[in-house]
């Protein structure tokens, strides 16, 4: 056996050298690129990476694989000091324009910190970074006071140290995938629903896979108006507290991984919802509210599904790459057979083939999608500090933001937005989505067949990246359904005549 | 085996599954359940499922085993494996002339023959054979009370060193055993680590010294890999009819799933792949002879079921989406066991080499 395995190539690293995490330039390229022709943006990029890098490496990497375990025994564990770190990170904020409180930083930011954090436990990323889809949904609503509500909440509490939660309410016993497509979206059996009454609304129906649906602060609930005709236009969302009478969480999903982030059942038995937590119907007559909204949603949403894939395919490299270093195989050290070393390469080529596919959609989604806007919008108007947190002035700009001029002048903005551009941003998220969890879920499969039996042991953090990945294909629309959708986004439009869209 | 035995068979091991769901639940947690195992072992040594090859009329009757391995998949991957594992501990047992043991036997499954020399240390000092080191994920070992520890002898043959595993004789042995470990799948059939401080073994623990022990052994591991297939095949076959099934049920996107192509589409394959390995298995388990290891090429088809299972089980996942993930259906249950499927009876990529050696030479 011995006499065709030869210690070909001298070790990788010096005995005991740590993988070191790369810089900004070396990990993203990409982004350096535009990063030098925009000095600004390119510090704002940079800093959030090695902010993201730190908070990781001194508080995720150390913890995953306890978290992990801890809530497979009990799935109501909640890490409460990592949330509070996060907190001291901004991690909550990090998507919110500085006019309403949050960062002020590129959204991209926001994508690469959660990459980061992926990279390490795509559970715990999914923990913290899932408010940004609940933030995309209010966004895409065009609707700056339901906006306003959730931003001014989770910035103070994140300021005074305490984590806040926004879960996103879709997916019901009878429709998954289709309740997360825009075409579909209409024919999926979504029973749940809100009837209009003296100063809002009566919500009744179940939620379910919730992604922190169990200690959400605020529920954005997608549901239909009781007395519409359950078409697309009766789309409504809504913002419930937690504490609302009538909302219940009858369990908690067993799920196979990503256990840092539990996903729950939510239960609304007429639970009465203010007007001023219903973000508006958009009244457009060229498009109508789902098939904007749900679409530009999901172009950000199907992106940052790339941008965790991608740290999960990282993960998988790395994990491999130390278990390498540390073992051998018959009798050899695995770092010194070149046919390891090539497996090894392409748990690499692979991270970095998902990375560029989703910066590249990033890149789309920033240009011509629904986060295009906050691209522009970033800067907080510069006020004397006595003006900016004086309670009238405040007040005065909560009026100006749930205002109708406001509401209209954001609607106006979303109305420049072709379907085309629109079609552009959708389609790439769609190819990040599926081609990022795919090339995860590939590295984590060949990781752990490089490792053998080592890569089955939870310890050495394979089995778990195995666990965690599969749920990659499956939320935001099925792999199957991104597809479907991709179809309609580049393929029927490269038609000169289309018959629908 | 006739058609009628067959047909007798997978209806007693489904009707006894069916049976014993809260058994196999109790088996099937992420803890350990000592007591399930044990009562599992009673139950199944009754039936005399256990000792299959310790008998002199069926040693030979690989189709048997690989069909009874293939049912209980069907319901518990654990519970199939740790049947074969018993029975391969038996035809070890009954080579040496060693009585047919009355609990779990432990076996470096997840190890291939060719690994086995890899793992721990030996020092020859007089007579006894010293070792010391880790031997990592042994099947079994924490509910065992019996280890079957493959010893690189002198003479450089392979025997097994045949230790007892009550508390009292691992203190005597200078061995610890680890509890079970964490791992991906067939958490029913627990895996833990061996620490030898110094173990010492003379002749009389030593069994199956001769050359002709050593192929026997060679033999029995190699044919082992159809035990395997069979249980990868019924792991393939419950995910396939959860996933046909869940399709004919639910609704998604205003009708029935399986009335989507796509999903027909997926079925389909899921089918053409599930049913070539069963065929496989089953095709196998007539031809080869108790007396020799598998060909080449069996050898070839049982590694490319090890790699294909993981991404037909994740199929399985992914035609019920979100619910495919949950606990509900056990689909996650089958796609994790698959993965750690892939490793039994040793690295793929060992069993690959050693496969090609004997033609590269």
Aim: include cysteine.
């Amino acid at each position: 056996m011995n006499s065709f395995l030869i210690n070909e190539c001298a070790p990788l690293a010096k005995l005991g050298a740590e993988i070191q995490e790369w810089s900004f330039l070396e990990r993203f390229p990409e982004l350096a690129f535009i990063a030098k022709s925009n000095n600004s943006l390119g510090k704002q990029l940079e800093q959030s990476y090695l902010n993201a890098v730190e908070f990781s490496e001194r508080y995720v990497a150390p913890q995953a694989l306890a978290i992990d375990k801890k809530m497979t025994e009990d799935p109501h564990y909640v890490p409460e000091d990592l949330l509070k770190k996060a907190c001291e990170y901004k991690l909550f904020s990090t998507m919110f324009p500085a006019f309403l409180g949050g960062s002020g930083l590129h959204p991209i930011c926001t994508f690469i910190t959660y990459e980061v954090i992926a990279t390490h436990c795509v559970g715990i990323a999914n923990l913290l970074g899932v408010n940004g889809l609940g933030i995309c949904c209010v966004l895409a609503s065009f609707d700056p006071r339901g906006l306003s509500v959730i931003t001014k909440e989770i910035c103070e509490n994140e300021k005074n140290g305490i984590p806040t939660f926004l879960s996103t309410c879709v997916t019901e016993p009878g429709a998954g995938s289709d309740a997360e497509d825009a075409d579909e979206f209409a024919n999926a059996q979504l029973t749940t629903t809100a009837k209009k009454v003296d100063g809002g609304y009566i919500l009744n129906g179940t939620k379910i896979f919730i992604s922190n649906g169990g200690h959400a602060q605020i529920h954005a609930v997608m549901t239909f108006d009781a007395d519409g005709a359950h078409t697309p236009d009766d789309q409504m969302l809504l913002l419930v507290r937690s504490g609302s009478k009538g909302l219940s969480i009858p369990r908690l999903e067993n799920k196979m991984g990503q256990k840092a982030c539990h996903a729950a059942e939510v239960h609304f038995d007429n639970v009465f919802v203010p007007e001023n937590m219903m973000c508006r119907k958009d009244e457009s007559s060229t498009s109508s509210y789902s098939y904007t909204g749900i679409a530009n949603v999901l172009g950000v949403t199907r992106a940052a599904v790339g941008a965790w894939s991608t740290g999960v395919a990282e993960n998988a490299y790395r994990t491999a790459l130390r278990y390498a270093r540390d073992n051998d195989f018959l009798g050899q050290p695995m770092e010194q057979q070149q046919w390891v070393r090539l497996e090894l390469a392409q748990l690499a080529r692979r991270a970095q083939v998902a990375r560029s596919t989703y910066i590249g959609a990033l890149l789309a989604v920033s240009t011509t999608g629904l986060i295009s806007p906050l691209a522009i919008t970033q800067k907080e108007p510069k006020l004397p500090d006595w003006l900016k947190h004086n309670n009238t002035v405040r007040n005065l700009r909560e009026k100006v933001l749930s205002g109708d001029l406001t509401h209209r002048a954001f609607k106006f903005m979303a109305q420049l937005q072709t379907s085309a551009e629109r079609d552009i941003a959708t389609g790439y998220g769609d190819v990040a989505k599926v081609s990022c969890s795919e090339l995860a879920l590939e590295n984590c499969q060949k990781a752990i067949t490089l490792m053998g039996k080592g890569g089955l042991r939870h310890e050495n953090g394979a089995e778990k990246l195995l666990r965690d990945v599969r749920l990659l294909q499956i939320y935001e629309g099925t792999n199957q359904v991104n597809m479907l959708d991709y179809v309609k986004r580049r393929v029927i439009r490269q038609f000169d005549t289309q018959l629908s869209l | 085996m006739d058609n009628e035995t067959k047909l007798i068979l997978q209806k007693s091991v489904n009707d006894w599954c069916l049976d014993n769901t809260d058994l196999i639940q109790q088996l099937e947690q992420p803890k350990q359940n000592s007591v399930a195992a044990n009562t599992l072992f009673d139950e199944l040594n009754q039936l005399g499922l256990l000792s299959i090859f310790h008998d002199e009329e069926t040693r030979s009757e690989i189709s048997m085993l690989a069909e009874v391995g293939c049912q209980f998949a069907i319901h518990s991957a654990s519970i199939a494996l740790m049947v074969v594992q018993q029975n391969l501990a038996c035809a070890l047992l009954a080579q040496a002339k060693l009585e047919a043991p009355l609990g779990w036997v432990a076996l470096p499954l997840y190890d291939s023959v060719y690994e086995w020399s890899y793992q721990i240390q030996y020092e020859q000092k007089g007579k006894n054979t010293i070792t010391n080191g880790n031997w990592l994920s042994i099947s079994l070992l924490p509910i065992a009370t019996t280890l079957l520890l493959p010893i690189q002898a002198k003479d450089k043959t392979t025997s097994f060193a045949h230790i007892s595993l009550s508390a009292t004789a691992t203190k005597k042995n200078n061995i610890e055993i680890s509890p079970a470990i964490t791992a991906l799948g067939l958490r029913g059939a627990p895996s833990g680590d061996l620490k030898a401080n110094g173990l010492s073994l003379s002749e009389d623990d030593l069994i199956l010294n001769s050359t002709k022990d050593e192929d026997f052994v060679t033999n029995l591991w190699s044919q082992a890999e159809i035990y395997i297939m069979a249980i990868r095949s019924g792991i393939a076959e419950s995910s396939y009819r959860t996933a046909r099934d869940y399709a004919t049920e639910r609704y998604q996107g205003g009708k029935i799933i399986i009335e989507h192509s796509l999903i027909r589409k997926l079925l389909a394959d899921f089918y053409r792949e599930k049913s070539a390995l069963e065929e496989n298995w089953r095709t196998f388990s007539q031809t080869i002879s108790p007396d020799l290891s598998i060909s080449d090429g069996l050898m070839g088809i049982a590694l490319a079921s090890a790699e294909k299972l993981p991404w037909l089980t994740s199929d399985g996942i992914q035609i019920l989406g979100g619910v495919g993930y949950m606990s509900d259906f056990i689909q996650e249950r089958r796609f994790r066991d698959a993965k750690q499927c892939e490793f039994l009876l040793g690295h793929p990529q060992a069993k690959a080499f050693s496969n090609w050696h004997a033609d590269a030479s």
